[in-house]
């Protein structure tokens, strides 16, 4: 009898994994001389109980197994994978998402793709006989990260790079360079990255259909901003080694995240700023260093808004949500001083005039405005990042 371990990581997935388990179960049924055996990676973060679900299932099923693991998906999926190859000697390896997304039938197809001589087979949404039923918004996601991969390190001929359903041969796995692979990062980049990896580890390859639908309960852990940013970050990175620019692109945007978030608020910001700005000039006559601090205090609001509910969301402060408004208004005071005077002297010394740009007169206040953009971001997020949204433990 042949053995295919599966690898089911999962985060507070109480409510789907015995449905998720007795449905990869069933594919026996159409795996005739396989045997499955499912190995359930918990994140130590998991809140919910699923580890008393999933003990009191392996009191009754044997072929059940359950690891903790430090928190990441990439984590899950090779420790998952490291446990079986030390514990259970699988003639394949496989892993499923265990949150019901993904239909199970498609392990019957990649443990056959295997039997027919390739060492990685890959679930696909993309191929004949594959459907992606998540929201229009998803689709986009999904499809935009497939096109990112496939132009930058390919090959082209891989169209399905981020969703979990895989299956590959131990030799392929044992080959996979590790140390390179970003499977400790807490991201879902381990999935677009590790087929890069298994490339590189010569992998021979092929996709098969599968059916990516909504989850059976609870919500996804996946951000859509978080994870577009990883993949166009890793793949620069991964495109500039080949091209022998050994720059570390990947491991400083990640440090960077937070702050690349802060400025794309500040873009938007400054839009409102900018408006309101023109607006108090142009409309109400009132003038330019005036105009800057009543359209910096509009700004400053729909910043923190922002901020709030989106830069530094998981965030935990002490702080209730006025009191980091009163927090984020005295730093934006401080910034609007910093605008006000940069505006006033400029003004003062260069007063109301304007210069022609390829025809067009352009008053001199435009550039007033614009050069107090780079002063006062970097006075925002420093202290935004160290006092405002400071994480605090409880």
Known sequence: MKKVSVVLPTFNEKANIEATIRKVFDQEENLPGWEIHIIIADDIRSSDDLEKVVKNIIQKNKRVHFLKVEPGLGVGLIEGHRYALEKLHPDVLAQLDADGQVVPDVLVRLVNTISEGYTLAIGSRFVSGGKNQLSLARRIFSYGASIICRVLIGPW???????SARAFTPELFKKINLNRLP????TFIVQPAFLHEAIL????????????????EGYSKNKVFNYTYDVISYCLDVRLHQLGLNLPIYKFSRKAKTFVKFSLVGVVGTVVDFVFYKLFINYFNIPPASAKGFSAEVAIINNFFLN?????????????????LGLFNLVGLGGLIIGVLIVKFLHTIYGDGFINIFGRPIAYNNFYFFLTIPPVMVWNFTVNHFVTFRHQED
Request: charged letters at 35%; aromatic letters at 18%.
């Open 157 to 163: 001929d891989i169209k399905e790079v981020t969703n």
């Open 183 to 186: 499977w400790r990062e807490r």
């Open 201 to 216: 580890a010569g992998a021979k390859y092929k996709e098969v259909p599968l059916i990516f639908k909504n989850r059976l």
């Open 308 to 324: 709030n509910y989106w830069t530094f969301k998981y965030r935990k402060t002490k702080a209730n949500l006025w009191q980091k």
